[in-house]
């Protein structure tokens, strides 16, 4: 009995430590700037999310395989369609660079045709670095970049609804 008290005790010292020890880069990535991704495009061309620098650009981690990021996707279509040649407050015009966690090229390419992702920037991260780089740790995740490179929003206020919300918010008056 004594002994699966120890372990109990040394199970809940571990989970303590290690609570506190690893970091969630998620939050490194609130109001910093944003780490560059560069991938490989349907084309086979690089693109880098640096290029776009000067506009709101929504990054979007999603997948073909991914139901709830394929419900989104609808959504993100409109913003870009209503918010592409807006000006903001610190930033020229709207993007959307969508960064893939699918393993097959072919249903990738397909969703972006079903799904009408008509905007020019698709890369597909299959060595997972720019997930990583992001803390993203499961997908629909988003993230609003500023003119200027810096990640002002993140998260559920970028989905449905709120994505216009947030967009609205920095629109120039």
């Not at 809940?12 to 780490?35: I, R």
């Not at 870009?80 to 407050?89: A, L, N």
């Not at 249903?107 to 079903?114: E, F, P």
């Amino acid at each position: 009995m004594k002994s699966s008290s120890f372990l109990f005790i040394g199970l809940l010292a571990a989970l303590f430590y290690f609570s506190f020890t690893f970091e969630n880069n998620e939050d490194n990535t609130k109001n910093g700037n944003a780490p560059e991704i560069e991938l490989v495009s349907p084309k086979g061309k690089k693109i880098k999310l640096s290029d776009l620098k000067g506009k709101f650009v929504l990054i979007d981690f999603w997948a073909s395989w991914c139901g709830p990021c394929r419900v989104e996707n609808p959504n993100v279509v409109e913003a870009y369609k209503k918010y592409r040649k807006g000006k903001f407050k610190n930033g020229k015009g709207f993007e959307v660079f969508s960064v893939s966690l699918d393993r097959e090229v072919e249903a990738w390419k397909n969703a972006i045709k079903i799904d009408h992702l008509d905007w020019s920037t698709h890369g597909i991260d299959s060595e997972g670095k720019a997930s990583e780089s992001y803390g993203v740790n499961s997908i629909p995740s988003a993230f609003l970049i500023d003119g200027d490179g810096n990640i002002i929003a993140k998260g559920q206020e970028l989905r449905g609804l709120n994505l216009h919300i947030t967009l609205d918010r920095y629109l120039k008056k």
